[in-house]
């Protein structure tokens, strides 16, 4: 028999569409899908008055938030414990803590020296990572599931929660929280599949050819994981009379 996961709900009224906009904090020891991304869940634990040590999969993330947050303290690979435990002595005020999956133990064994992992809570931002990644971070991960608890407490967060019955045993008693919108907008998401990129690059076409002209309303947003196939299709779509470089936006990382 599957176990029951029952879940607590927690309702935020229009026209808030931040964490911040009802709350000083996340919940406590929960799992937490926040059903959405750009809500600010991370950016709240990073910014309230509590001390924080905050765990992401990638580098990426870490150099993206200290940006725009240069009072955080950022640990990865060659960040050394002794630079950690400087921060912790001479920083004043409330502690932020960012660092990679891989550097957690780093984070863990300095709090533990310090006699202060019980003055932070713990967030595991990206939840659905522990399944995702779990082959290439095995050690890494379980690492985490035997000392996770050890912190005053503790959140996991994700907008794209496993399903039950992928959640690791160790966390499987952690109770379900869903934050849900009241000023969500339902997306409805068809599924095509295709054989080859040809054939995706028609489907991808052809659905941009339909907004263009008017056939469907409203716009289209689309994820297309090749910076070549997508000039393929525009160089198509500069084809079509009345087209303008004003018709699409073309967003693409570093």
Not at 49 to 63: A, E, F, Q, R, T
Not at 74 to 97: A, F, M, Q, T
Not at 124 to 140: M, Q, T, W
């Amino acid at each position: 028999m599957k176990d029951v996961i029952v879940e607590n709900v927690i309702h935020i009224k229009a026209p808030h569409t931040r964490l911040s906009d009802v709350m000083k904090d996340l919940p406590d020891n929960v799992y937490l899908n926040k059903t959405t991304t750009g809500c600010g869940a991370t950016h709240l634990c990073l910014t309230n008055d509590v001390n924080y040590v905050v765990l992401v999969p990638y580098l990426s993330l870490i150099k993206n938030k200290k940006e725009s947050l240069p009072h955080i303290f950022p640990v990865y690979g060659g960040v050394s414990e002794s630079s950690i435990r400087e921060y912790l002595n001479n920083e004043s005020g409330v502690k932020k803590i960012i660092s990679t999956y891989d550097s957690f133990y780093k984070v863990l064994e300095v709090l533990e020296n310090c006699n202060v992992v019980d003055k932070f809570k713990l967030c595991l931002d990206e939840a659905h990572s522990l399944i995702s990644l779990s082959k290439i971070k095995g050690s890494v991960f379980n690492h985490f599931y035997d000392n996770f608890r050890k912190f005053k407490s503790y959140v996991f967060i994700t907008a794209t929660p496993n399903d039950s019955d992928l959640i690791p045993d160790k966390i499987k008693d952690v109770p379900f929280t869903r934050i849900s919108w009241e000023s969500s907008v339902l997306v409805d998401i068809k599924e095509k599949h295709v054989d080859s990129t040809t054939e995706c690059n028609k489907l991808v076409l052809e659905v941009c050819k339909q907004h263009l002209l008017g056939e469907i309303d409203g716009n289209a947003y689309i994820f297309y994981n090749s910076v070549h196939e997508i000039v393929s299709v525009i160089k198509k779509l500069k084809k079509m009379e009345g087209f303008t470089e004003d018709n699409v936006n073309i967003f693409c990382a570093d």
